[in-house]
């Protein structure tokens, strides 16, 4: 029962605060507003950036599959991709559940040992968080006045942001951090348990330092370059999918971009709430009106959080009908 329990509130917890935050943020919004942007909506625009979403998550399956290939392994391609596609899709339901479910279809299809194959997703995470803060410092440097105005807004300076200058705007930022703090919480307690499983820690570090034993190492740097280049193109291209983001720069897009992908961090499906909250104050900054900057972020987020839907759907058919194959 306390097992139920503890699952239930893991499960619900993150989709009440993405819905409380998106609450905070939209409790005033004209919806009007968003239909009308829809049917103005570039479409051309929409399926390239739908294209590049779809390719980064192609890639990481590819970039995946050669981290494998030190320990032994050699799964197929279409499975490393499918189980990518899976983690996306399980992430909307309980955040972070996603690393856990695609070693769980690896082992289940490939035979791939479930904590060798975890080891290898710690360390992408690892050489991911060194991308975001890369980018995260590339950006902030190179739009420095537009960073310092935001930090003005978040109260170490004159505020500026309709966001900030509001009580709800902090209590997003406050409901944020809390989100992040339960989620290291939870890091810290499972890492305690792990550490009383010697044989998993054994595999688990094995897995690990596959990188360092592997040999077309410049592909694995190259496809980690896809993979973040995809990202940010999927993002970029939709400011041309409207009138009034199509003028935003390429260095905009950069700043949007890592703040969107610091935001994700907070445990809510696909980042819903921080995620919208961000991308609107820096967009406002960039003199787009808050009613536009809040369509923009609705419409993305909506259609990649579809998307990522989509792909896990057609991951588990395309799974289901491998396995009916492999019986007949």
């Not at 499972?190 to 077309?216: D, E, H, P, Q, Y």
């Amino acid at each position: 029962m306390k097992k139920i329990f503890n699952k239930t509130i893991k499960t619900v917890l993150p989709i009440v605060l993405g819905i409380l935050i998106l609450y905070m943020i939209y409790a005033d919004f004209d919806f009007t507003q968003l239909w009308a942007a829809l049917a103005e909506m570039d479409l051309t625009w929409f399926a390239v950036s739908t294209f590049f979403g779809v390719m980064s998550h192609v890639i990481r399956g590819w970039r995946w599959r050669l981290t494998l290939a030190p320990l032994g392994y050699a799964p197929s391609s279409a499975v490393c991709v499918d189980s990518i596609f899976i983690a996306y899709a399980a992430n909307l339901v309980v955040p972070r559940v996603g690393e856990v479910s695609r070693c769980v279809v690896l082992e289940q299809y490939e035979r791939v040992p479930f904590a060798q194959s975890l080891g290898t997703v710690v360390s992408e995470r690892l050489i991911d968080t060194l991308m975001v803060v890369s980018l995260t410092v590339l950006a902030v440097l190179l739009q420095w006045p537009v960073f310092c105005r935001f930090l003005g807004d978040a109260g170490f300076g004159t505020a500026e942001s309709p966001l900030f200058a509001s009580i709800g705007g902090w209590v997003v930022v406050l409901l944020s951090l809390a989100g992040i703090m339960a989620l290291l919480y939870r890091v810290i307690r499972k890492m305690a348990f792990w550490k009383r499983i010697k044989s998993f820690i054994s595999n688990f570090v094995v897995g690990i330092t596959s990188l360092a034993r592997m040999k077309n190492g410049w592909l694995f740097i190259l496809e980690t370059v896809g993979i973040w280049f995809c990202y940010f193109m999927q993002f970029y291209l939709c400011f041309f999918c409207f009138g009034f983001s199509s003028d935003l720069s390429l260095l905009a897009g950069l700043l949007l971009f890592v703040a969107g992908s610091v935001a994700v961090v907070v445990p809510t499906p696909n980042g819903a709430g921080p995620w919208h909250f961000a991308i609107i104050s820096i967009m406002v900054l960039y003199g787009v009106s808050p009613t536009n900057a809040s369509v923009f972020a609705l419409i993305v987020h909506s259609t990649q959080t579809l998307l990522v839907a989509v792909l896990g759907l057609y991951a588990l058919v395309m799974l289901q009908f491998r396995k009916t194959k492999d019986k007949q």
